[in-house]
């Protein structure tokens, strides 16, 4: 028997007011993780990724047009919730985020220690003193010295700055993480310094992840599940194992290939053409202008999320021709 999903996500719905009309940034997404997995969500810069984000840790711009769907937590629908209660029993304490780029937000004049312990603090249960030893205990955890509580951000390099987000979003003991793009702005090196602290936090800490990138490659080293998101929707969902190995969407089959590969002197790949515009997008399928196996009903008819295996599922009309 399968118990139930530390994160389900029905139809979530997130739309932009713009001066060319409401952009459907997450347009009815659907999906779940199990507790202590990681799912991957891949994809091109205005795929949705990041706004879907946003919308699970209700952190949303004033120009929203339209929010909707179900997003449980432990089985506890936080959908009906006031803004209030969520931000009290949801928010940072259950379910917490590392946003893109946000090694430039730590403050440049507060010590490093006293910003990892500002959520503790704001929730008002524990002395300063018992925060900062938990903070400094967390630090110690994602491999910063000591001696990183009371330095400023400037002392601090790329790869120890993502660490201290990490230890602050980590500090509430949440049982979600979510991570945006954590190691855009890292060389490779560091990268893969913070892709082995996450596999082993996930594994110590039993920590759920939800890990956002535009590196199809990256997501394969820490999730168990992919979901490749393009113009707003889920294209391929399923096993990481199997959507790298049998990817069933044209697109997954393009970001595959569009990975460079160490013993393979095959250039990389690339995609034609550009993500459609979001606020007048093509009649079928969305991705059918970029498609190199387009045919006629890809034109006429968006498809739906088609079975393609155990758990793996794809928006794409060529699955209902295998044999």
């Known amino acids: 028997m399968t118990s139930s999903p530390m994160l389900r996500v029905s139809d979530l719905r997130l739309s932009y007011s713009t001066a060319k009309g409401d952009l459907p940034a997450v347009d009815g997404v659907s ?28 952190v949303l711009p004033r120009n929203v047009a339209h929010h909707s769907g179900v997003v449980e937590l432990e089985g506890v629908d936080c959908t009906g919730m006031d803004d209030e209660t969520f931000r009290r029993q949801i928010r940072w304490s259950k379910m917490a985020m590392v946003f893109q780029g946000a090694m430039e937000s730590l403050n440049p004049v507060v010590r490093v220690g006293e910003q990892v312990i500002e959520p503790m603090l704001v929730q008002g249960h524990v002395a300063k003193k018992e925060a900062a030893r ?15 509580y009371d330095r400023y951000p400037h002392e601090l390099s790329g790869g120890m700055k993502q660490r201290v987000l990490i230890a602050m979003a980590l500090i509430l003991k949440p049982r979600l993480l ?30 759920t992840i939800l890990f956002i990138t535009h590196d199809i490659a990256l997501a394969s080293d820490v999730c168990d599940t992919i979901g490749v ?26 970001l595959l290939a569009s990975v460079p590969r160490l013993h393979q002197e095959e250039q990389p790949g690339f995609i034609p053409g550009s993500p459609p515009d979001m606020v007048s997008l093509p009649l079928g399928c969305r991705f059918h202008p970029r498609c190199p196996f387009v045919f006629q009903r890809c034109i006429a008819e968006e498809p739906s999320l088609l079975a393609a295996g155990q758990n793996h599922q794809a928006r794409c009309w060529l699955v209902e021709q295998r044999p």
Not at 38 to 58: D, I, P, T, Y
Not at 134 to 148: D, G, K, Q, S, Y
Not at 182 to 200: E, N, Y
Request: aromatic share 4%; hydrophobic share 45%.
């Open 178 to 207: 979510i991570l945006d793009e954590p190691t855009s702005a890292l060389d490779v090196t560091v990268q893969a310094q913070i892709m082995d602290q996450l596999k082993d936090l996930k594994k110590e800490m039993d920590l």
């Open 31 to 58: 999906f779940s993780i199990q507790a202590g997995e990681a799912l991957g969500l891949v994809g091109e810069s205005g795929a949705g990724k990041s706004s879907l984000a946003l919308a699970l840790m209700r």
């Open 229 to 254: 998101m393009y113009a707003g929707k889920i294209a391929e969902l399923g096993p990481a194992e199997r959507v790298l190995r049998s990817p069933s969407h044209p697109y997954t089959r393009l």
């Open 134 to 148: 938990e903070a400094r205990r967390l630090l110690e955890v994602v491999r910063l010295p000591a001696e990183a």
